[in-house]
């Protein structure tokens, strides 16, 4: 079946440098994909969203880009803080009229000081 | 920005017992709340879709007889974990789609989740 899934199950990286996470989706039919951090024992908290017609967007500190060539999604943070060492899901939708949101592996970020 | 509030956020009970979690959506009005559930250093996954006024959607393979999902307000849905057993053990997350938006470009909103322990 399809699935969301991430290439690295950790990331470890210096403070202050930049981060990439990176994560695969294989259904051509999404049209939404959203990236969640989620800190240990609690829900997770939206980070930045883009859609289809996009391949690239840009937040605070973050940027999201989408390569629906090779159904590809990466989350880049820039200028990497401990207060970013979290687990990172990436997470997709499929339109409908429920559009549940379907959830990749996860990946944990560890920032060393 | 919009908040999600889970109740409890641990609860330990006896096997056999049954045990109520409460997600209410704090300053807007949710038409359509999520339920996950999801095991130590796993991903999360989707249980049920809960829709106000109308019986939940359960996922493949989650017993609906086992966690009953009511979805009684726009503000309120409760999942209730009957008879419950080790290995019901889980963390239990709730999130919240605004009533309105639309599906394209609208995250959900997540509660801190529920940890309970079966014992």
């Known amino acids: 079946g399809e699935s969301v899934g991430l290439h690295l199950p950790t990331l470890s990286v210096q403070e202050g440098d930049n981060s990439i996470i990176n994560c695969a989706y294989s259904?051509?039919?999404?049209?939404?994909f959203i990236w969640y951090k989620q800190e240990s024992g609690k829900g997770p908290q939206f980070i930045i969203d883009?859609?289809?017609?996009?391949d690239k967007r840009q937040g605070q500190r973050v940027t999201v880009l989408l390569n629906k060539t090779v159904k590809h999604l990466s989350l880049q943070i820039a200028a990497t803080q401990p207060g970013d060492s979290a687990v990172y899901f990436c997470a997709e939708r499929f339109t409908g009229a429920n559009s549940k949101l379907t959830f990749g592996k996860g990946i944990t970020l560890s920032v060393r000081p | 920005g919009a908040v999600v509030s889970q109740h409890p956020s641990w609860v330990i009970c006896k096997s056999g017992t049954s045990v109520k979690i409460e997600c209410r959506s704090l300053?807007?009005?949710?038409?359509?709340m999520f339920w996950y559930r999801q095991f130590p250093k796993q991903s999360l996954m989707l249980m049920a879709t809960?829709?106000?006024?109308?019986?939940?959607?359960?996922e493949q393979g989650v017993e609906k007889d086992k966690f009953l999902i009511n979805h009684a307000s726009l503000t309120l849905s409760t999942l209730t974990v009957t008879s419950a057993h080790p290995e019901d053990s889980s963390f239990y997350i709730c999130?919240?789609?605004?009533?309105?938006?639309?599906?394209?470009?609208?995250?959900?909103?997540f509660g801190n989740g529920t940890r309970l322990t079966v014992t």
């Open positions: 883009i859609r289809s017609n996009m």
């Open positions: 809960s829709n106000e006024g109308s019986k939940a959607t359960y």
């Open positions: 999130s919240a789609r605004e009533a309105g938006s639309s599906s394209y470009n609208s995250p959900l909103h």
């Open positions: 300053d807007f009005q949710a038409t359509t």
């Open positions: 259904n051509s039919a999404s049209d939404y």
